[in-house]
């Protein structure tokens, strides 16, 4: 099936389907329980399925035997290939039939992602919102950290907004801070490829940082894509304005960031999640100068939705301008959080 004419023709028939339309789709479970709603995506080997009388749930995908729906998908398995029209039976469990020209038989545990097309853009974004603090009597030392991030992912485009934050306090005693804030959008290709633009800002006391300001163009590709995690692999060229502390005026860099991504969730009880980062960024007009960012995250889900995580960072800048300061800032954070 050609993609780009498979595209356009869902995307008429999806244009054409009613927006009120009842909840006729039908997911038939292993254990036999067939439930009538409405298909709404499939993300990170979680199915979501709106319901009139028991809302709207989320079922682990490696329960669902059978799903038929009359809207219109955009289906992709774990190698990127991307299929699009309805959800039709088979007769086989574990099968799904992908129906519009012609007929398309994939093994459901091979996919990894489903979206509705035409579905609306708030529907398509997830994410999460950490947020811990800390208080001692003893010596007035008070301290606040947040994470968040959410992001959007169409059949073309994706983006992502994140950032963190960290404040200490201290009476008698000097206060740190740490920020910084990342913007990325990706062109979606096939194959797992993609071409993405970003900017960041970054600020830390610790290393003498006033700000950091970065722009940049790559390329990334997932390496690997399950339903239980994923590894992906980046690199970028960019360009970054720099003001240390003690450094008269600012300075220009570029830069050619090489990083690696990896994610896992597992959804039996307790649910997990993990992610970390890890980014080497050698400085091209400054040769000998490098710099290593890693973080960590890791969360328990406490009851719906809420939960509970711990953040390791670590920020390594092998030869920063700002005499005096540490080279190196590094931290462990806990945090109670809720995920969208």
């Known amino acids: 099936m050609r993609r780009?004419?498979?595209?356009?023709?869902?995307?008429?028939?999806?244009?054409?389907?009613?927006?009120?339309?009842?909840?006729?789709?039908?997911?038939?479970?292993?254990?036999g329980d067939a439930i009538t709603g409405e298909v709404k995506e499939l993300n990170r080997g979680k199915l979501s399925y709106k319901t009139d009388d028991m809302g709207t749930l989320s079922v682990e995908w490696d329960k669902v035997a059978h799903l038929t729906s009359t809207n219109f998908f955009d289906v992709e398995n774990a190698r990127g290939v991307r299929y699009f029209g309805?959800?039709?039976?088979?007769e086989e469990p574990g099968e799904l039939l992908i129906v519009l020209a012609d007929t398309v038989r994939v093994r459901m545990m091979e996919i990894v992602a489903i979206s509705r097309i035409q579905a609306s853009f708030f529907?398509?974004?997830?994410?999460?919102?950490?947020?811990?603090?800390?208080?001692?009597?003893?010596?007035?030392?008070?301290?606040?950290?947040?994470?968040?991030?959410?992001?959007?992912?169409?059949e073309k485009w994706s983006g992502k907004l994140s950032g963190t934050t960290?404040?200490?306090?201290?009476?008698?005693?000097?206060?740190?801070?740490?920020?910084?804030?990342?913007?990325?959008?990706?062109?979606?290709f096939g194959n797992h490829w993609s071409?993405?633009?970003?900017?960041?800002?970054?600020?830390?006391?610790?290393?003498?940082?006033?700000?950091?300001?970065?722009?940049?163009?790559?390329?990334?590709?997932?390496?690997?894509?399950?339903?239980?995690?994923?590894?992906?692999?980046?690199?970028?060229l960019a360009y970054a304005n720099e003001d240390f502390?003690?450094?008269?005026?600012?300075?220009?860099?570029?830069?050619?960031?090489?990083?690696?991504?990896?994610?896992?969730?597992?959804?039996?009880?307790?649910?997990?999640d993990v992610t970390s980062n890890l980014t080497v960024t050698p400085i091209l007009n400054d040769l000998g100068r490098w710099r290593i960012d890693f973080s960590a995250r890791l969360s328990y889900e406490l009851i719906s939705d809420f939960t509970i995580g711990f953040r390791f960072f670590d920020n390594f800048d092998s030869r920063q301008p700002s005499t005096g300061e540490s080279t190196n800032d590094y931290g462990l954070t806990f945090s109670l959080g809720y995920s969208f």
Do not use: C, W
């Not at 309805?86 to 088979?90: E, Q, V």
């Not at 947020?131 to 169409?154: C, H, I, M, P, T």
């Not at 960290?166 to 979606?188: H, I, M, P, V």
């Open 4 to 31: 780009l004419p498979a595209l356009a023709t869902a995307l008429l028939f999806a244009a054409a389907t009613p927006v009120f339309a009842q909840k006729t789709d039908i997911m038939v479970l292993y254990r």
């Open 86 to 90: 309805r959800l039709g039976a088979s």
């Open 123 to 154: 529907s398509r974004l997830d994410g999460y919102v950490d947020l811990g603090f800390d208080f001692q009597k003893a010596n007035r030392n008070s301290q606040l950290n947040g994470s968040g991030e959410v992001g959007y992912r169409g």
């Open 166 to 188: 960290y404040f200490q306090r201290q009476e008698d005693a000097a206060g740190t801070s740490r920020n910084d804030l990342a913007l990325q959008a990706q062109r979606l």
């Open 195 to 236: 071409a993405l633009i970003f900017g960041s800002l970054e600020q830390n006391e610790s290393t003498g940082l006033n700000l950091r300001k970065t722009i940049g163009l790559g390329a990334s590709r997932e390496i690997i894509h399950t339903n239980r995690l994923t590894l992906g692999v980046l690199g970028a």
């Open 245 to 272: 502390v003690d450094d008269e005026g600012t300075t220009n860099t570029v830069q050619m960031p090489i990083a690696a991504d990896f994610a896992f969730f597992r959804f039996d009880s307790p649910k997990t």
